[in-house]
């Protein structure tokens, strides 16, 4: 009897022990960062902490997302197609009130399959599943994959939540006089307050720590999804982030684009300074003109914009810091996956509320709320054309880490690889399984994604094979891929007119050159594979 429990003690001795050793998983999700707004990535902008994260790991050049937030969200909870996953649209697109919003109502599109608005049932999540593998469970930030009880992140697998379920919100709780605020906040499923000090990526980060807590020896590896709310507009910083960045932009947006095209290069994350071509004064939101065609006044608004974007993206930066130094400190960094990237590119269109105030002494304070615009979001995308909300390279190329535990070495990889990657690659580096129920398709939507792990240990050379085929639609911006090869169309906004376009990826990423009329051939196979996709996973029209 008592050998008996001695061998139970020591069995759960033993297993306690290798279950601590799981690594943890860290994700950290920006929101409209662009392509180039990292150090790392050959911004001008000081992001020390995250690029010590890219030193240590994998730089991907050739990640990609949907063009918007919620659809990103519920393929990197999901690991499934977004038409799958309940955000085959934007939920405020199918609001019959689309409009105020800047967005192209399809209200006859809600509650279709795939089409729910939310993260639908059909749909597994990354953190359940850890869960059920032994996990700790926490979220903080931004959630915006729904608004009930039942589609709350505490229903949706987090032990630990403190989520805004909007797609956005002012990064302080202060509000100008007469405006209300109508979004909503929940911990662990509750609604709740903010505090009155609240500035979104300081308070989201010290609640993944709360949550992650002090102890050195955990009982369970967690898991935390840092789901961040910069540099999203509106522009807004802490008091003391408010002058960092001043005089760093009166050289307006070429030549920082230039510096950062050049840094780029000596970076190896390019092969040439090449950049795509800017958006015509006609076409380009608020009409804005390019820099040399400002008025003195012009160009000082405009440069103060950029310096209170570079100090969000700083301030981010110095958060993500504050949760390494506390990773390091509880013992927890060198045995964590860490994952970080963009849910998009960086946001072009120009979306301001009335009731704020925008003046130029006010920038960047609560009760402002502005945006960088197009031109500045030229320079945020480059090399690449365009930006969120389209299906150009600069809509849905992000940036992107991946650091693997234990990890000390840096790499840049040109392999293909995109967000529904992330739920196998966690799966995999944390060696966990799928519950039976889970792998049936006639229940659940099934990964569609690929892990890297092979890749990145070397295995094999690239994620997805020579002869891939990947499309995504969303709003009715769409494209599709083949070796080297894109077919695309852009109709939003009309930015790139209704043609689908082609281009060879491989020596033009920056969408100069349509070859579609000198290769027919290739435009009508990757037309028949895009028709296939939009069939497997069923997406409504939006271009007719
Ligand atoms: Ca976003």
Redesign the pocket.
């Known amino acids: 009897m008592k050998l008996n429990k001695l061998a139970l003690i020591t069995s759960l001795l033993v297993s306690t022990q290798l279950f601590a050793q799981k690594p943890n998983v860290v994700i950290i999700l920006a929101?409209?960062l662009g392509y180039s707004d990292l150090g790392s990535f050959g911004s001008e902008i000081k992001t020390p902490n995250i690029d010590s994260l890219a030193h240590q790991g994998t730089r991907f050049t050739n990640y990609h997302t949907p063009s918007?937030?919620s659809p990103t969200r519920s393929e990197l909870m999901s690991g499934t197609d977004h038409h799958q996953a309940g955000l085959g649209a934007m939920a405020e697109t199918m609001r019959e009130d689309a409009a105020k919003f800047d967005l192209m109502p399809r209200p006859q599109f809600l509650g279709k399959p795939g089409y729910e608005g939310y993260l639908n049932t059909r749909s597994m999540t990354l953190p359940q599943v850890l869960k059920d593998n032994g996990y700790k469970t926490l979220m903080a930030g931004k959630w915006h994959l729904g608004y009930t009880p039942e589609t709350n992140p505490a229903k949706r697998g987090f032990d630990f939540s403190y989520a805004l379920l909007n797609g956005a919100d002012s990064h302080f709780k202060t509000l100008p006089n007469g405006i209300e605020r109508k979004t909503i906040y929940t911990e662990n499923g509750q609604k709740v307050e903010l505090p009155d000090n609240f500035y979104s990526t300081d308070f989201f980060t010290q609640k993944v720590i709360e949550y992650i807590g002090n102890d050195k020896k955990p009982s369970q590896p967690f898991f935390a999804y840092v789901a961040l709310t910069a540099p999203?507009w509106p522009l807004q910083v802490p008091t003391n982030y408010l002058n960092i960045y001043k005089g760093h932009y009166d050289q307006g947006y070429d030549a920082i684009k230039q510096k950062r095209l050049e840094k780029m290069l000596k970076l190896k994350l390019i092969n040439s300074t090449k950049t795509a071509n800017v958006v015509s004064k006609e076409l380009a939101p608020m009409n804005l003109d390019t820099w040399n065609n400002l008025t003195a006044e012009q160009k000082k608004i405009e440069a103060r914009k950029m310096e209170i974007y570079a100090a969000q993206i700083k301030n981010m930066d110095d958060n993500v810091g504050k949760l390494i130094k506390h990773l390091k400190n509880i013992k927890q960094y060198d045995n964590t996956l860490f994952i970080f990237m963009s849910?998009?590119g960086a946001e072009g269109f120009y979306r301001p509320l009335p009731g704020y105030d925008n003046s130029y002494n006010n920038l960047g304070k609560t009760k402002s709320y502005e945006l960088i615009g197009p031109r500045w979001t030229e320079v945020s995308s480059a090399p690449f054309s365009l930006w969120?909300g389209t299906a150009a390279e600069g809509g849905v190329s992000a940036p992107a880490i991946v650091k693997l535990p234990n990890s000390t070495t840096a790499k840049i990889s040109n392999s293909f690889v995109n967000v529904k990657d992330v739920f196998p690659t966690v799966l995999e580096v944390t060696q966990s399984s799928l519950k039976p129920d889970y792998q049936d398709p006639s229940k659940f939507n099934q990964l569609s994604g690929k892990s890297w792990i092979s890749y990145l240990k070397g295995k094999t050379n690239s994620v997805y094979g020579e002869n891939f085929i990947y499309a995504d639609e969303l709003h009715g911006d769409a494209y599709v891929r083949n070796k080297k090869w894109k077919l695309t169309r852009t109709i939003t906004k009309n930015l790139s007119g209704p043609d689908w376009k082609l281009y060879d990826l491989e020596n033009d990423r920056t969408e100069t050159t349509d070859l579609s009329k000198k290769h027919p051939e290739i435009v009508k196979q990757l037309q028949q594979e895009y028709v296939k996709y939009t069939q497997r996973v069923g997406v409504q029209d939006f271009a007719e």
Do not use: G, S, Y
Request: charged letters at 50%; hydrophobic letters at 0%.
């Open positions: 929101d409209d918007t937030c999203h849910d998009n969120k």
